[in-house]
């Protein structure tokens, strides 16, 4: 949980002109969004070339990690130091209006700015690949998995994001009609969207009466 309420101090690129009222730039309100999320998508150029990748993600304090393998192009390029804009978003809700113009989403979306870093240093690597897996699933680093071995550190880049360039935006709430259209007999509202995770299903290839985990069968994200 993330106790420094500070904001990130605004940049051109970061402030919201239009309907700036939903922008947020608190660090409580932009770290609960990338702790929720799954999945991020990191857009650059390369070579003269848009790039965009979706790709797992964890953050520790105030940096964004990312990984992948060390031969992987898009990583090497990351890694050069390249400028990269970084994008994450939870959908809440399909917002029906009374016009088609007017229909929207509601959202809470992040969008982050800057350079990577590669960590060069072997041992610094492995409290963060750890940190990937308890961004996924709290809790599951700890739970007996293979050592991390120095193969793996080797063969794995980790590039880090200082996360002091970055915006949310959010939206909430019904429908924003206009005045004439509340007299349309059509029904208008929200229609939540709800993220939902089934019962675990245990890997046939077990070689042991393992029960399955609290982390696991509990889980929520």
Known sequence: MNKDNSEIQKTKRTTLNRLSKR?????????????????????????????????????????FFIHGSRVAGNIKALASGIMASISITRLD???????????SMNYRSVIIYGAGIKIEKKEEKRPILNAFIDHLVPGRSDDGLKPISEQDLIDTTVIRYPLNEMSAKIRTGHPNDEDEDYNLPVWAGVIPVLRQFGEPITDP????????????KNYQK
């Open 23 to 63: 922008g947020h730039y608190d660090k409580k309100t932009l770290y609960s969004i990338l702790d929720s999320a799954l999945i991020c998508h990191i857009a650059y150029v390369y070579e003269g070339e848009p790039r965009v990748i979706p790709t797992a993600f964890a953050r520790i304090e105030n940096d």
């Open 205 to 216: 290839k077990m070689r042991y009466p393992t029960p399955t985990p609290d982390y696991a």
């Open 93 to 103: 809700g399909l917002v029906l209006a009374r016009s088609g113009f007017n229909h």
